[in-house]
């Protein structure tokens, strides 16, 4: 069974420039999640899918970060015009959905704005 | 809303000696999940225990935690430290109903050395 598979693995963006980023949870999991990992914040929730449909995105910051999911496959964060201080690991996780469930986690994705 | 608090950033230790890591919770729901999630160095976060029970141990990997609803803790405990151990600790809260949001708290690194 394949894990939850995040791409790419290394985004190097020059400032201002757009970052895409893509996430396949694992099949048969209908919550999926972004976060957001740094040294200084940890682990940081950004948004939270169910069934596809978002349902909490409270940790996004609203101008720049948007998310979709538009199949049961697939999620995308999108950063708009990126900075220096977007650079993180961004971290996609999916679990079945049962409140008690494991978050099953990506290997990430590293970007760097410079 | 919900949140965990984490109040080591850091703990050292020597190979033998016990193990512990502190976490707090804030939230309204009465029936919350725990979860310890560990990461090692160039790894994904992924679950050691979880509980929803309170005043039950849970253990898992030499490791234990009982969550008590009443000081609204759960911490992580193990009776002998081993190099293998040192790791990044991540405590994290799953609420009741509704949204279902995974929160993290800021996360303990603990570096073992014989």
């Known amino acids: 069974n394949a894990g939850v598979i995040q791409t790419p693995r290394h985004k190097v963006t020059g400032k201002g420039q757009e970052a895409t980023l893509w996430c396949e949870p694992i099949?048969?999991?209908?919550?999926v999640f972004w976060y957001r990992q740094t040294i200084v914040q940890g682990l940081e929730f950004l948004t939270y899918?169910?069934?596809?449909?978002?349902?909490?995105d409270s940790g996004m910051p609203k101008e720049r970060f948007s998310a979709q999911m538009p199949n049961q496959s697939h999620s995308t964060l999108k950063i708009q015009s990126t900075q220096p201080q977007d650079s993180a690991v961004y971290l996609c996780?999916?679990?079945?959905?049962?409140?008690?469930?494991?978050?099953?986690f990506g290997e990430g994705s590293r970007l760097i704005v410079v | 809303g919900d949140s965990v608090t984490q109040t080591e950033g850091l703990v050292t230790l020597t190979e033998g000696l016990p193990v512990m890591l502190n976490c707090t919770y804030q939230?309204?729901?009465?029936?919350?999940?725990l979860f310890w999630y560990v990461q090692h160095l160039n790894e994904s976060p992924r679950l050691l225990l979880k509980?929803?029970?309170?005043?039950k141990r849970t253990e898992h990997q030499g490791f234990h935690a009982t969550l008590h609803k009443s000081s609204s803790s759960f911490h992580l405990q193990k009776s002998s430290a081993q190099l293998s151990d040192s790791a990044l600790y991540y405590c994290?809260?799953?609420?009741?109903?509704?949204?279902?949001?995974?929160?993290f708290g800021s996360g303990t690194r603990l570096l073992v050395s014989p």
């Open positions: 939230t309204i729901y009465s029936n919350p999940f």
């Open positions: 996780a999916s679990s079945p959905p049962d409140r008690g469930d494991t978050l099953y």
């Open positions: 509980s929803f029970t309170d005043n």
């Open positions: 994290a809260l799953r609420g009741g109903t509704g949204g279902y949001k995974v929160v």
């Open positions: 099949s048969g999991h209908s919550a």
């Open positions: 899918f169910r069934n596809q449909a978002p349902i909490d």
